[in-house]
């Protein structure tokens, strides 16, 4: 038995004890290993293909990032290709996947990645390809299962950035916006917004409003907290699809600057008055040693993509359904994607403990 | 409405996070709060009835320990009370308990404590009290939840504690042994040992020898791999209720000596030839702030609990069922204690990642 | 004996240590002790003056902030007051607090600040005021001490944010640019890049040419280092005062965009056709809890600053000078400030172990 | 130029930190870097001889341990050798190192290590070897420098024991003793105790009583603060040399149990009647990532210790002597060790804020 590990996307805490548990299970079954580098570049022949031997895994197992590196790089039945006029051309080259892979005598493929590699994966599958997938998405929000590896780590992160925050907002009677990750779903806002008791969490699900926004900081100030932390995701537009344009009295001069965060900052600033700073968290929370969660998470996930090998589970991502480790079919996982929901208990309780979201929720 | 809160039983890191939120959530709703110091003891006017305000929780999120105090003092069914002839007797102090809350006009007490306190709070709720469960096990070993806080913040420091040894261990060809909290139940070790890349894990669980345990020392050793990590539950004695007695050739030499860890350690240096340091970590698995894990767990069943007293769920405890909060009734937990499954898919992973839990487990 | 304490200017790690350090060796000594909000504001009859007991400071040892808030404020030799037309007028408000200070009975005053604080506290010694100064600042280029308090926590801060961006720099072949604070110095940037292992480090103090950084980028990449992080001081403009102007290939495409890290990262893409990556750390280096070393350093400083007090050491401040705390006049350390020696060890050996300062140096 | 390093005694973080700044620099010069494992065994032919290039120290900064591993096996001068009879006997086996070095062609031996190890180079450099010393002791108790390297990282996890078992202590209304190394020199414990708030040091340079340690724990129980934490340096034996000896009243009962802190311990809550608990952080103190300012002081060492054998500095070691790497003679070092000063400044404000010594001192 020989099979080849890939990993596509942004990277994310994790990746590595994926690659390490895989590979060590692998081996003491006594199949081969090989890892495709930069996601399919790989196996498309643009990149290596190394073997993975226990040796190779040895200590990876609390360091960030992937040693089989990764890219965002489009999809391989879509490929970008500079032609001779300098623009880009979108290839078919799923075929050379296929046949790098039978030339390598490549049994089946580990892939790990988002929604991008698992759709990837799934089109291979119903090519004749054998592969099991493992999601990877910091965001969190990959349906079918209840928590992705890198995820804790990114929340933790949020956390300790808003804790930093904090005390240097308390002292300075100042307004923080911090921004972190989440194009299409608020979890790592909505998670550390309330471990890092944040007094206002703004997420794409929930729609808000600039005026509730400063509603909330302005009546904080009248009970003499003078400070307030808000934590914004990404994605967090306002409903008409513009994030902070000034109203009429002051026409044009803030529109859109920068990211949302510091978009929020001026607005905040202009309407209260109040001195306020923003942040943007970015890469960093991407980065790093995983947390005991995210470690344990990813080792599990490693082991089990091994047996849904073994088991013939083709088209089939690893998911958590605590307590145990499950199988999902990629097409079931790929038809709706996992977001907040609104009168989730975590949103009741934020509500519950004194955080806006600026909507008039209760 | 007034409510009451109590915490008892050993400290975990989340503690003052439930008690945040719940009296959060109280508040919002227009309840009374009220504290009960160190556990029953308040409202067997043992100790003090504090009230409990928006500004008694500021900033006590991310504090390990309880502002309630906390103690492992028998129950109120069978108090331990100092007799004129310096013996203690029990006593049934119950109905001390029951009349106090009527005075104090608490019309129902959140009991944050373990199987034990969960179990004289059934007790109450059977005499008429209106009492709601929250589950604390640094352990995990609680039925009906698939985590309790301050478990995952425990994890993290045996985790941490783990890769400090790591180096060291490998610096000077030493094995070394860590002891992790776990009576009946081997979660920490497991999880902090799989996470932790430990090659040696010993739990309650899993019938072990000293034999195989050094028999994987040897190997390694073998194999070039000259230092070697074992990963203890406190409760992981030997199948005969013994740990480390020597064996026949060195009669009595090292009988039990100081805790499972050291004896552990002292037969392998014996058996082994190999420099060997055992290590407790002890209460440094209680402290400190917990991680952003528990303090959105600790959060959300703070905010559950008043939920759930507002739903008249008497006699019932909070508990994580992923992705939701849901109420489970104590009796059913209290049936059965949850214990680390020799099958569960972590054990699986950990032995095909090749770590050895003392036994002949595939 | 009454004394009075105040904190000025921007907030770091280690204020409030100061603070109780100084109020209970006072304590001890019988003093009292007045806290003055917000730098002078509240010597100006402007904010609070409270009192500061032992239960005043109990407990904020690890927090960060100042229990006595801080602002940066303008000097109440030179104060901004609003005219009648709206427009400010700067006034010298300095015998408003001398008259408040003897009004309010207070013997003498700590002043916790930076080169700002420092200077005024200097002006009101001068008009007969008993003031000893405790000198803050982030950026450690303060003369007359080894070291500022505060210094350490954003090092250390710096060093975790590169070693995150590091693991998906790695992952992704990507050049990241971090910014840290130095509007003046280099030293979070000298440090943090040393002990982070950054590819290339700007300071202020040493001139150096984007040539040159894309150059030690392209060499690495010819090396098989496909990726790099550039660590830049806020303050590390270009030679001739601006920072990142596309040169004449790409006219006024770049110009200057967000901050330092921002536009070196932009000039990088264009340059070396490496995907490049900019990230500022602002805030989160003034936040958090304070390491040991800054615990420890802003301890002494506050114990130090009450011996000052009782030895009647006006217009000094206290000042680590190794491995003793002494005091020295403000006078002669506002004389000069501290800046990186760019032939000092710590400079040599960075060079030595291969990272540019992006000039010619050796 | 072919130089060679070793390390040996206890291994500390910043180890690898040193060899890779030295690897690095003696490289940029074009010189050849052999490794000696585990300190002197490489050069006796005991271990190997390994060469040392820009990728064998390849991401090694953050790591702790030592990559050419170390060893607390004797000196070469009178190295314990197996005889056949079973016994072992000391060997002058320094003659060997000499021609082995000859014979490998070394010009030079930076020798990483403690007291011990510096006096062994010493010797070497009075028969003729060109050496130069980096001083290493977890304890700090080498003299000539303000610093060594691996303190600091021990000390910020002392604090974190501290900061752990604080929460803990405080919940049950406990009495925690935590006992850090340093048989010497107490460094450590005063140190981690003054930024950590402990309410007892006890260190072996300040003579203490047990009867001064309670009455502190008795009087702030007195006045409401019900737990304690008393950090214990593992050398701080009672005057008359035994450590926790019960007096009359409890004949032999205790005796001395355990470490010094266990034994502390019990004699505290036998005469206070409060709950108290042991904890010995032991090798914890030798693990882990080192801190920022570890990173820095061991590369500044590493880069300082090749400058200091291109200038011949032999039977010299590199030192801290702030804002300054100096070299100074190893004679001279090892003329007296370093102490803590009982009228040193940290000690002067520890008492000023309340912290006891164990003594009647002021």
Redesign the interface.
């Known amino acids: 038995m020989r099979i080849a590990i890939s990993t596509g996307g942004?990277?994310a805490p994790g990746?590595n004890a994926v690659i390490?548990?895989a590979v060590?299970?692998a081996r003491?079954?006594g199949w081969d290993v090989l890892g495709s580098k930069r996601g399919f570049a790989g196996l498309l022949g643009d990149d290596e293909i190394i073997p993975l031997t226990t040796d190779s895994v040895r200590g990876i197992?609390?360091?960030?990032?992937?040693i089989l590196?990764?890219?965002?790089r489009g999809s391989p039945f879509a490929y970008p290709v500079l032609q001779p006029d300098g623009s880009y051309k979108e290839i078919d080259r799923s075929d050379e996947i296929i046949e790098n892979a039978r030339n390598l005598g490549i049994d089946a493929l580990i892939s790990i990645g988002g929604d991008g590699s698992l759709s990837i994966a799934q089109q291979l599958v119903r090519k004749g390809m054998r592969i099991v997938g493992v999601p990877k998405t910091i965001d969190n929000d990959v349906a079918g299962t209840?928590?992705t590896f890198g995820f804790?780590t990114a929340?933790?992160?949020a956390?300790?950035?808003i804790?930093?925050?904090?005390?240097?907002a308390?002292?300075?009677?100042r307004v923080?916006v911090l921004e972190v990750m989440g194009r299409d779903a608020g979890f790592i806002a909505l998670?550390?917004g309330?471990?890092?008791?944040a007094d206002v969490i703004l997420v794409p699900e929930i729609p808000w409003s600039m005026d509730l926004v400063c509603e909330k900081i302005r009546s904080r100030d009248a009970a003499g907290r003078r400070f307030s932390i808000v934590v914004v995701a990404e994605g967090a537009t306002l409903p008409n699809g513009e994030v902070g344009i000034i109203g009429e009295s002051l026409p044009g001069q803030l529109r859109r600057v920068?990211g949302v965060a510091e978009t929020i900052a001026r607005e905040i600033q202009v309407r209260t008055g109040k001195e306020t700073?923003s942040?943007?968290l970015?890469?960093?929370q991407?980065?790093?040693s995983p947390?005991?969660?995210d470690?344990?998470l990813s080792?599990?996930f490693?082991?089990?993509a091994?047996?849904a090998v073994e088991a013939g589970k083709w088209g089939h991502m690893v998911a958590?359904?605590?307590?145990?480790?499950v199988t999902v079919p990629i097409d079931e996982v790929l038809r709706e994607p996992k977001r907040v929901e609104p009168d989730?208990?975590?949103v009741?309780?934020a509500r519950?403990?004194?955080i806006s979201f600026g909507d008039r929720g209760v």
Chains 1, 2, 3, 4 share one sequence.
């Open positions: 942004g990277d990746l390490r548990a060590l299970s003491s079954r197992m609390a360091h960030g990032g992937t590196r990764t890219t965002n209840v928590m804790d929340v933790n992160t956390i300790e950035a804790d930093k925050l904090h005390t240097t308390e002292s300075h009677d923080m998670y550390a309330v471990a890092g008791t920068g700073r942040m943007v970015g890469h960093l991407r980065g790093g947390t005991g969660y470690r344990l080792t599990r490693g082991g089990a091994v047996e958590l359904q605590s307590p145990h480790i989730h208990d975590i009741r309780t519950a403990v004194g």
